[in-house]
């Protein structure tokens, strides 16, 4: 009898400690898509469930739940569509499915007098002007209460203390019209938002004046900048004529994407030219000296005798020597692969002010003009040199089907439109849009917005289209949960490449709308389930190692697969061979039957060995075809079963159990395909 007694107890326990697990996993069925949107209330108004998406998956097949949720705060107060908040205050909502808690999300219920507060901050006078306070996170200790200074620049907010939604660069200027104390109220991106107080300073007079034209060409930068008719004795005045000195580090920026010369840089140019400057001579703070030697050096500006770096110069001589920069870069870097800019695409740059030849050259018409040679520059490069030898571009244009950075690669979710014409995840279906280059523009460094040093790379805008026309697009301004919609009107995108020359059909990118780099488009809660929503949301610019930090704000990456080429289903190719591995075709059928056998006829990939008198081998037999869900396709393989499959070309010695899981892999296959069984 103790014996049994014993034995229903041990039993009674296992249950006890089973029966948990076993309610975990009936409710992991259960998965929410999306939140409710509306987070911030006013004392009396009616709970809102607007957004709520929550299925049930069943045997492969998700079932909307949403009339099975229930919502509760403080534990026991249930919230019903509609119900009037009574109290002010944050509160933690419970979202319970059958009764059992699935997860909780924060709102914030405002009284009058707190809304009052919000609207009757004291006013400041007009143009009152605060500039973003430089602080290095890397040796700066943290303030606290509140905690905003975990980064290089200030957070921006809709509402005091409200969430974030993006930031402001550190040296950014900025009109103020409200404060109390605490926050401040400011202009920026075209809407009014709010920062805290400490993380700003109050300023006399902007970091930059120049023309009404020039404050047009500048308005990427999103603070304020004054005009001449405005503020008439500001310091750093932009109408004014630059020296040669000024122009000698303008140029060399140019060149050299931003960074100023050292020292020890390019040694072979270290000749000096002129009688009046070494060197490494500085003239208020910059290395003029070594800017103008290696100018002359490189044939971009005359040398010998005295440089003059005190003198003017002319706007037909400034433009002279970016186009010789030009010409430069086109020998010596490129191969004259490049192009020349000449004096017709000069005039293409719309500088504004006196364009005389013989007029003398003002710092906006100099800076401005420096940053359309780079736009030119890294447009050229895309169009001409990583078109001729890389294949596939985004900037060619051209129709793609596009997945995300969820899940396992690669079977990832692919980007659709839904009925009602918003953007949303699927895994068992693709849809085709259309890419088109239209311009790049100036951008700025978003760890400094001086507009001293920049990156100069430019931003790259693409629109993308649906099969039908219609245009992808934000309805307004991007902040956290803007929905990815359709419209009939042009809508610019900047997809945004991590790395030079990843602008390549295939390679991952970020896309936003200009001038909002931390508004990201990306998946609603990170999920890679069926009907996510595709939204915009802000990534912090924070530093610190995000591999190891496991709460950094992780951004889906879009992977753009190119579906159209030669004969709509395989890229374009190179037309000329770089070193290394080159597909010089892909297989000719893309379209097949079931029970058609698989035919590689067409394909061939060279290898160019430019250290051995440039030989081509071709190298067509060390790769092989294997679909995204890891079959292997030998010539003749029958296909069993229709549907379109992603099809990567990969070295006939890799893994096929590992090729989808490895990183390696992932990022080296040679290309990709779009094989479509009928």
Known sequence: MKKRLIGILLIMCMLMTILPVLAMAATQEVSILSYPTKIVYKVGEGFDTTGLKVVKNANGKETNVNSKMNFYTSKTVELTQGRPFTTAGTKVVELRYEGKKMAEYTIKVTADSDTAKTDKMKALPALSLYKVDYRNPKDA???????????????????????????????????????????????????????????????????????????????YYNGYIGTKNEWPNAKNDWTKA??????????????????????????????????????????????????????????????????????????????????????????????????????????KFLIGGDTSASAKITKEQARIMCEKYSCWFWETYDMQVEATHGGSLMASGGTFVINVGLGKYPNQPYLVIDADGKGELSNTKMQKFKVTYKKSVPKFNKRNATLLVDDTFSMKLFTIQTENGKYLAIDGLPQNGSRLITQDKEFLWWINSNIQGGYAAGSNVNIMVPGFYDQRLNASGRSSKDGTH??????????????????????????????????????????????????QSYPTKTTYKVGEGFDATGFKVMYLDENNGG????????????????????????????????????????DIKTLYTSAYTKSNHEGKIFITVN
């Open 615 to 654: 030989k081509v081998t071709d190298i067509t037999s060390d790769y092989k075809f294997v679909t995204s869900d890891g079959v292997l396709l030998t010539q003749g393989y029958k296909f069993t079963t229709p549907g379109t499959k992603i099809v990567a070309i990969v070295e006939k010695d890799a």
């Open 141 to 219: 200790k943290e303030l606290t209460a509140p905690n905003m200074w975990s980064n290089w620049n200030a957070p921006y907010r809709l509402s005091p203390g409200g969430d974030i939604h993006g930031e402001i660069p550190w040296g950014t200027v900025l009109e103020a019209t409200a404060t109390d104390g605490m926050w401040i109220k400011v202009k920026y991106a075209g809407r009014e938002c709010y920062i805290f107080h400490d993380k700003a300073s109050k300023v006399s007079e902007p970091d930059i004046v120049c023309s009404p034209w020039a404050k047009e060409q500048l308005k």
């Open 534 to 583: 595709i939204i915009t949301w802000y990534e912090e610019n924070k530093w610190r190692d995000a591999a190891s930090d496991h709460d950094y704000p992780f951004n889906t990456n879009f992977t753009f697969h190119m579906v159209n080429g030669p004969n709509s289903n395989v890229p374009t190719v190179p037309t000329k061979y770089l070193h290394g591995v080159n597909i």
């Open 242 to 347: 630059i020296n040669r000195g000024d122009m000698a580090v303008m140029i060399f920026l140019a060149f050299n994407n931003g960074e100023a010369p050292y020292q020890d840089d390019m040694p072979f140019y270290k000749k000096e030219h002129f009688t009046d400057i070494k060197f490494n001579d500085f003239i208020d703070g910059k290395n003029v000296g070594a800017a103008a030697n290696f100018l002359a050096s490189m044939g971009v500006i005359p040398s010998g005798g005295k440089f003059n770096a005190a003198g003017n110069l002319t706007y037909g001589e400034f433009s002279e020597f970016i186009i010789k920069l030009s010409v430069y870069m086109d020998k010596y870097y490129y191969d004259g692969n490049l192009g020349i800019l000449n004096e017709s695409g000069i005039k």
